[in-house]
């Protein structure tokens, strides 16, 4: 669940939730008794998700929140994204995790255009979330009940919408629109309420439920070795620590020895859950969590890689990577620094080599060792990841667990970011050391 | 440092007597000796001397020797990157940093005999704060290494920030001399994210721990009661940094620590950085509020400009040039505005190599463009290193292939001159 700040991502699911009884009355009355104590009842469904103090003093989604429901075909999990722009890599975090995009836009005349215009965080949200492989996206029209349910307004942003929604790749069959109001929960489940009247005057197809319910699941890649890249780690109720995260590749097994990487540690699988539910095996796909005995927690970190001791990940410090420039301003050049993102680990990099630049359809090299690469430019470079400390003879750089694109697709996307803006997405090509 | 004496002759022969103080000074001193220099300084060497009855006995000597610099190694005791994942516990111990970290040795062959030490017999020289050291360079002091030693001895230079570059969880915190940055400890702290399934009570206890183990580290390693600390910056992507004051304030107050609550009152600085890792100092230097309080420091100032080129890169390629070979193209044609040069070319040891950059910055000089020396511990140097060390901003736009076309032109054209003068000739 993805959008510019202040759309409503995290009203529309807490109202989601409520409405497919996820969440009992006696939450809803206090969520909504605590946020208007607060001066904020325009927060309250939010506060579902927004859990710790600070998000609900400033009224953000600071972090990942991560739920589920389940519709009549499909057991879906939601992790809403904060939409802020200093906490992207939290959401890419999250959207790594994510087979299909839920895009929430406002649809206040002023704020859809703040959200949408270039620096906003749709279009870069929208970026991100292809880059990292997703391709079925519904957008949420929401807040329409604020322009009195304009069916022109809603036309208008479909419009701007669909071309950029191309233009980024998504495939125009796999996308859906939909007008939404998350406040009085019209359109999520059913168009019922009174305050639905006039949409259902011009609109007749499917509510949200309905969109979530006919989302089709990727292919996975059940046969590789397993592999899940950490993305929480927190202590469990009686023993062992529990790690989260989205498995990447294979079948993992209660019982079974893994090995942690970065490092030299193992651990044993006592338990896992999925859907709050234990089970005795996961596979490709599920959104898992692990609780693992018999390893001190200090050696699970966020970012780290689960993978059989068999079958490891390679580790990585330099490597090649194929990667397309967005919209930026300043050209990228050799030696630049960069952050580069995979999956939940964000490290400081630099670009050490422009091999080649790349015509974007073909994939034929149309230059080599160019000097800089310009916007919108496809390129192979050299990505080699910073030692820590700037003093003295460099230190060695502290490898991360990378595999190419070619041997697993989720294992071998990277984000690469700089100064606070995504500057281009790619896959990993080669592994030099 | 201190120049205790100079005796350099029109030609640029001669020694240099320098007295080292702090950090920093070790750095000056890395950057302005180099291999086959003649460097005396006070040493302590063990000698064994054979008696006649064939005992031997061995007693360190206290004396002074002059080496021919063979390699120099600096080394600054920063924090060590490793602990980059580990929790660093929170030693209550009040142990006080230590005035100097950074450590220079030099080693080589003796130059100079006497009664302990024979000729060619090699050592390594210790430098140490406030002893005195002798250099004399062989072939000669040349315009930037001189203009280094006058840097290095003005007095008073000492602008220095403490910064502590956080994000939730992970803080760096790095000290900024003129000259240096110091990454002079880490702490990470896991943070549980807040969707895990038992509440977000975790969350907020490991936070809690976060800014007691911050706090701990921010006494022991910012000097915060030096006079010479201009400003205590808390940089950091989201509102960690309001969390990290804040909570720092209470605990000062909670402490009775006046003298802490004060400093961090009147001197801290809070500045949006978009990440939370170390280069993103950069950002910290060149936003408004560092401006206006550091312009005139160099650390500023070379952010500053290195800005200006990468931003020209953006709107005029054609106006940015870098890369050795391309930048003394442009200077052939007198086209460089402002040179950004890194020091770490200057140490080079190969002295010819070192002889040609000294040549490009003196005649860039002469054309009256300005010449900024970055100096590679600070993170914008490092970034110049990492686009070969040498970047120029033109006075006017050049296309990198035509001036490559036609240096191929003129040296072809050379090459027929030649031929037609030896067929002249035979």
Sequence with gaps: MTGHVDAGKSTLMGRLLYELGRVDEKTRVANERGSSKAGKSSFSWAWELDGTIEERERGITMDIALQSLSTPRRQVTILDAPGHKDFIPNMISGAAQADCALLVVDAITGEFEAGFDRGGQTREHLLLVRSLGVSQVIVAVNKLDQVNWDQSRFEEICGLLRAFLVQSGFPSSKTSFIPVSAMLGVNLVNRTSADAAVL???????TLVDLLDELEPPTREIASPFRLPISNVFKGQSSGTGVTGRICGGVVQVGERLRVLPGDESAVVRLIDVEEQSVPWAAAGTNATLYLTSIDPIHLSIGSVLCPP?????????????????DIQLPITTGASIELFHHSRDVPATISKLIATLDRASGVVTKKNPRVLTKGTSAEVEISLRAGTLSGPALSARPIPLEAFSVNKDMGRILVRRGGETISAGIVQNIIC | MKLVGKHVDKNGAGHVNLRPEDDEDMWHLYNIIQQGDLVRAPAIRRVQSISATGSTESHRVKLSLTIQVSRVEFSSSGAPSSSADQTSSPAGSSAAAPTTTAALHISGPVASENRHVKMGAFHTLDIESNRDIRIEKVDGWDSVALARVEESCVPGRGAEVGAVVCGEGTAAFCLLSQHMTLVTHRISVPI???????GTSQYEKAMARFYATLYDAFVRHIPYTSPSLRAIVLASPGWVREGVFNSMITEAGRRGDKTLSK???EKTVKVHVSSAHVHSLVEVLKSPEIVAQLKETKFAREGIVLDKFFKMLGVDEMRAWYGPDHVRLAADRGAIGTLLISDELFRASDPKLRKTYVELVEGVQQKGAEVVMFSSMHESGQQLNQLTGIAAIL??????????????EAREEERRQQEAETLDGG
């Design chain 1, 200 to 206: 259902s005057k011009w609109y007749n197809g499917p």
């Design chain 1, 310 to 326: 068999s079958d490891i990940v390679p580790l990585a410090t330099v490597f090649t990577a194929r990667i397309i420039v967005f």
């Design chain 2, 192 to 198: 549980p994210r807040k969707a895990s399934a038992p």
């Design chain 2, 263 to 265: 400093a961090l009152r």
């Design chain 2, 395 to 408: 006075t006017f736009p050049l296309d990198v292939e035509v001036v490559e076309a036609e240096e191929r």
